[in-house]
């Protein structure tokens, strides 16, 4: 096997396919591969191998709303991994996030942080769940195909059919909210990393261009249906 990236069809075939449990280690595989190295804060910390985080981003798949490209080989050549938010009730106690990997608690420390600073059913009261964009990754050697906006129309459908009318994801990475912002997403909140601060030092300091995490959102008209 050539140690060169292979190369691709652009008029590549693949299909939009729900994740299933059984799909885990695939998923996993192709997170190891083509996001956890990318993503900002990881590399920053020098994250390297870590349990806590391949548990946290594949435990939203049991809420059945996560979705994969799928090439002509049977591949998974993209996923967007989706849980579902649902408004708190008043006598809810907000529990702190907790690990073992210290490098890892730090990023759980702060979205705690960016969760007690804002809370995204303030800013919309009539609705009781909210689907949350959790981790979109798209296999370099695929990229420039379109999977990302079918993978995120396709969970427009599910919202759809779920009575669903909010999707909010957080981007920790500069590249990943302006994917977001390309397919209509707007921000609703930021926090620049210099400001985010533990007894007085900066805990984060990702290579430029990523300088905040930012909460970014998009309303889905329920009515329309391209089913």
Aim: charged share 25%.
């Amino acid at each position: 096997m050539s140690s060169s990236s292979p190369k691709i069809d652009k008029d590549c075939p693949y299909t939009i396919e729900l994740v299933q449990p059984e799909d885990t280690e695939a998923v996993l595989a192709m997170l190891k591969t083509f996001f956890f190295k990318d993503e900002p804060l990881n590399t920053y910390l020098d994250l390297g191998e870590c349990k806590e985080l391949e548990e946290y981003s594949v435990k939203p798949i049991k809420d059945n709303c996560s979705y994969k490209a799928v090439n002509n080989k049977g591949e998974i050549i993209g996923v967007y991994i989706n849980g579902l938010m649902k408004r708190p009730s008043p006598t809810d106690t907000v529990e702190k996030s907790t690990c073992l990997h210290p490098k890892f608690q730090k990023i759980l420390n702060l979205m705690d942080h960016i969760e007690e600073n804002f809370n995204i059913f303030d800013l919309y009261p009539n609705e009781d769940v909210i689907l949350d964009g959790k981790i979109l990754s798209v296999d370099s050697n695929y990229r420039g195909l379109g999977i990302a906006g079918r993978l995120t129309e396709r969970a427009y459908e599910y919202m759809r059919l779920n009575n669903i009318s909010v999707y909010h994801v957080m981007c920790s990475s500069h590249y990943s909210a302006r994917v977001m912002e390309k397919l209509g997403f707007h921000e609703v909140y930021k926090l620049n990393y210099a400001d985010y601060k533990v007894d007085g030092v900066t805990v984060f300091q990702p290579a430029l261009p990523h300088v905040a995490a930012r909460i970014l959102v998009k309303e889905v008209d329920k009515s329309k249906s391209t089913l």
